[in-house]
Nanobody, 121 residues
Framework: QVQLVESGGGLVQTGGSLRLSCAAS????????MGWYRRAPGKQRELVAR???????NYADSLKGRFTISRDNAKNTVYLQMNSLKPEDTAVYYC???????????????WGQGTQVTVSS
């Protein structure tokens, strides 16, 4: 069993910052890509950013320069630093990780439960 637990969401004013964290735990042998997605009210889930185990990053074009993804491989934890937040960033943010469980040859996608980020105008 693998669990992803997010933290750090909340209410912030326009222009403010938040830092999300997501820790993977359980029967983990190896963690490959980790990332963040979001789903705004009435919209489909969209990519925010992803990061490989080697630190290569990929961002949604619209978020480059404001959001920064990073990770601590020793802690199986991924972070999302969000700056200059706008009301349109309001969404539920989901963490994801590609994990190889112990005693398994395969990699599977796991998702967190989501954390709400609300940006007030």
């Amino acid at each position: 069993q693998v669990q992803l637990v997010e933290s750090g969401g909340g209410l912030v004013q326009t222009g403010g910052s938040l830092r999300l964290s997501c820790a993977a735990s359980g029967s983990i042998f190896r963690v490959n890509d980790m990332g963040w997605y979001r789903r705004a009210p009435g919209k489909q889930r969209e990519l925010v950013a992803r990061i490989s185990s080697g630190g290569m990053t990929n961002y949604a074009d619209s978020l480059k320069g404001r959001f920064t993804i990073s990770r601590d491989n020793a802690k199986n934890t991924v972070y999302l630093q969000m700056n200059s937040l706008k009301p349109e960033d309001t969404a539920v943010y989901y963490c994801t990780a590609v994990v190889q469980r112990t005693s398994s040859w395969r990699f599977d996608d796991y998702w967190g439960q989501g954390t709400q980020v609300t940006v007030s105008s």
